[in-house]
């Protein structure tokens, strides 16, 4: 189970980390006109700690399962900044997206940007470098960061924060001249920055032992585990923490699919059993041939037809049941009864959508599967002795019957946790499968791994439970592991 979920927390990640923002996309400045770079440079330095702050909360600054911004040299950081320049002849968007990923290298990119600033001999790079320094050491002073820093600490970075944004060297960047330095304080201002490189160097120093430490560590991979097991996920687009925002719409989706999963159990189990009971008989084929053509007909459009024949006012009448959420907008005032009532009301339709196609065919697996165990030797041999017909279905042959049942049962708990999204669409509920799929329009990558962590746990216990109902419903898996 353990190699399992961290392989499939680990494909789920690289895929979501694939498709979420980049800081190129969550930045948003319009590069348009003349003098764009000078605007665009100008603009950034005033807003990009905002962004580096909302990055580094979710962990997308970070390498996302290899780090090896540790083995990052002089030489290495002077071709990104090289790659940067609007001269270089390189599409806009690749450029643009060259340089933030360079903003992004944290502490491990203000040593080799140091060294290009105490070169004279890159002076056309001294601007963009102090930029790259300045956020590569900016730290930001989150809530959680606060608090497990001390005041001095946090004074020490406040204050350096501050200092480091001053010092930014002025800069153009455009198509013809590349980095042209505008600022006639250039010297001072370089000057500044590598004094509080050297202050603050142990902070800031490569070492091969930190390098290959971070190789695995420091990843964006370890710090969703991280911040996952401690319960401090964070979603950017909801303001709040990803448990919590998931706990506030999974009650709608638990009880309507705990509803829907009795009623389609409760029904299909027996209409299976009936129906092997009847076999050949019209019942059986007019149950089968009804339940082959429900099976056929998919939910968004059953959905769609009660919706627009039950929920829609007519001109002969007012629909029959309302068309959005699952209580009247005035329930609150209702007395328990008439809640309950008005609940049952609103969510018939959902209910009934929901059910319809697992138990048509958990009723074809069921009648089947007891087919199957009815023509068995074990089951002629319990005739022979005399035993009725009853007690030989539900004596012998329906625990033997349930294994199947089972297996198809070991998805459960995660379906008690997945949101139907389709019927939480049509009917305007307010469940976990209109989140997620908010989330997945926003990209909120945070918001959609807390719930496939919490999905794939349940899946899994859910098949632990399974195989140990194996042995409680069939004496020969008892005898064998017993």
């Known amino acids: 189970m353990i190699p399992t979920m961290v392989g499939i927390l680990i494909i789920n990640f690289i895929v979501l980390r694939m498709q979420g923002p980049t800081l190129q996309e969550q930045m948003n400045v319009a590069t348009s006109g003349e003098n764009a770079g000078a605007r665009k440079a100008e603009q950034a330095s005033s807003n990009i700690e905002n962004y580096l702050g909302r990055f580094r909360r979710t962990g997308n600054d970070l390498p996302a399962v290899v780090n090896l911004r540790g083995f990052a040299t002089k030489e290495s950081l002077i071709e990104r900044l090289r790659a940067t320049s609007r001269a270089a002849g390189e599409k806009e968007s690749k450029r643009n997206r060259a340089e933030k990923d360079l903003w992004l290298y944290g502490g491990m990119g203000v040593e080799p940007l140091a060294a290009v600033l105490a070169d004279p001999q890159l002076a056309e790079l001294h601007g963009p470098a102090s930029m790259a320094l300045s956020l590569c050491a900016y730290v930001p002073l989150n809530a959680e960061d606060l608090a497990r820093m001390s005041s001095d600490r946090q004074e020490l970075v406040r204050q350096r924060n501050v200092e480091l944004s001053k010092l930014r060297i002025s800069f153009t960047n455009d198509q013809k001249a590349g980095f042209v330095t505008t600022d006639p304080a250039c010297d001072q201002k370089r000057i500044a920055l590598l004094a509080i490189y050297e202050r603050d160097r142990a902070e800031f120093a490569h070492s091969t032992r930190r390098a290959l430490g971070d190789v695995f560590v420091h990843t964006g991979f370890v710090d969703f585990l991280g911040k996952l097991f401690t319960g401090s996920l964070y979603s950017e687009t909801r303001k709040e923490k990803v448990f919590t925002v998931i706990g506030h719409y999974w009650y709608v989706t638990f009880w309507l699919n ?178 997620l799929l908010d989330a997945a329009r926003q990209q909120d990558a945070p918001l959609l791994m807390g719930a496939t962590v919490i999905s794939v746990l349940l899946l899994l216990v859910g098949i632990l439970v399974a195989d140990v109902l194996y042995a409680v419903v069939d004496p020969r898996i008892r005898s064998k592991y017993g």
């Open 258 to 435: 705990l509803l829907s999963i009795i009623t389609a159990w409760g029904i299909s189990i027996p209409l299976g059993i009936r129906s092997a009971r009847r076999i050949n008989t019209w019942e059986d084929r007019a149950t089968t041939n009804t339940l082959f053509i429900l099976w056929s007909l998919p939910s968004f459009f059953v959905g769609t037809l009660l919706l627009h024949h039950l929920c829609t006012n007519t001109s002969s009448g007012a629909a029959w049941f309302p068309n959005r959420g699952l209580s009247s907008p005035d329930s609150i005032w209702f007395s328990t009864p008439r809640y309950l009532l008005d609940l049952a009301w609103h969510g018939a339709l959902p209910l009934l959508v929901l059910c319809y196609a697992n138990f048509t065919s958990l009723s074809r697996y069921m009648r089947g599967n007891m087919l199957e165990q009815l023509s068995a030797d074990y089951a002629r041999t319990a005739r022979a002795k005399g035993c009725g017909e009853n007690q030989v279905v539900y004596g012998h042959a329906l625990p033997n019957s349930l294994v199947t049942m089972i297996t198809l049962g070991a998805g459960l708990l995660a379906e008690l946790f997945g949101g139907f999204v389709i019927v939480e669409f049509i009917f305007s509920i307010p469940g976990l499968g209109w989140l």
